[in-house]
């Protein structure tokens, strides 16, 4: 990971913090670009990883309209350059059954995973907003995925009563306490 933020924040003139949002196969990753504007307000700059499958599920020319940058998606080949800023957080959102088991096991087959494996060995916090299920929340293996992502350091959503984009932003970025 690595290259610069081309955008600067115009009230301090710094680099904006810099947000990955990791959208995996699942029907509601067709309204990611409610987290895209919520960052966004929130100030952070914004790129998308998909996984090969979530591609399919979003309106590429929109959220590349909206972030200003390429969706990433595969690996690029040797020597090409870095299409995204290193980040300073990411979003998982929406985190499908197939990629928390995988990101949990280790599995980085692909770019969106692997750029998740790596992120702890960068500590790089994480949120991450699974959307599956009951019958897929089930499986043994998802719990297990679930504690060792947590033991990782991964911020979990509740999702609970109902998928709520914003929960990735606050997980990430926690209200002070008075
Ligand atoms: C219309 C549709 C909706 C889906 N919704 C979900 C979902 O909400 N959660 C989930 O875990 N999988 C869902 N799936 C299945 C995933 O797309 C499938 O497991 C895929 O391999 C996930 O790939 P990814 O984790 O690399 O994105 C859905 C599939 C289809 C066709």
């Known amino acids: ?6 955008e600067q924040d115009h009230h301090t003139g710094e680099r904006k913090r810099f947000l990955y949002v990791v959208v995996c196969a699942a029907g509601i990753a067709g309204q990611v670009g409610r987290l ?14 998909a996984t090969p499958q979530g591609l399919g599920f979003i309106d590429q020319a929109a959220v590349e309209a909206r972030t200003g940058y390429p969706i990433r998606s595969a690996w690029r080949k040797p020597g090409d350059p870095r299409p995204l800023p290193p980040p300073d957080a990411i979003a ?27 992120a702890y060995g960068m500590g790089i916090p994480i949120a991450a907003l699974p959307c599956l299920n009951t019958a897929q929340a089930a499986h043994p293996a998802y719990r297990e995925s679930l ?32």
Do not use: H, Y
Not at 112 to 117: E, H, T
């Open 1 to 6: 990971m690595g290259g610069e933020s081309k």
């Open 36 to 49: 895209i504007a919520a960052a966004q307000e929130d100030g952070w700059d914004v790129g998308v990883v």
């Open 92 to 118: 998982v959102a929406p985190a499908t059954f197939n990629t928390i088991n995988k990101w949990a096991a280790g599995m980085s087959d692909t770019l969106a995973v692997g750029i998740l494996c790596e």
């Open 147 to 178: 504690d060792r992502l947590r033991s990782m350091g991964v911020r979990i959503g509740s999702c609970e009563p109902e998928f709520r984009w914003e929960e990735a932003l606050e997980l990430l970025d926690p209200p002070a306490r008075p």
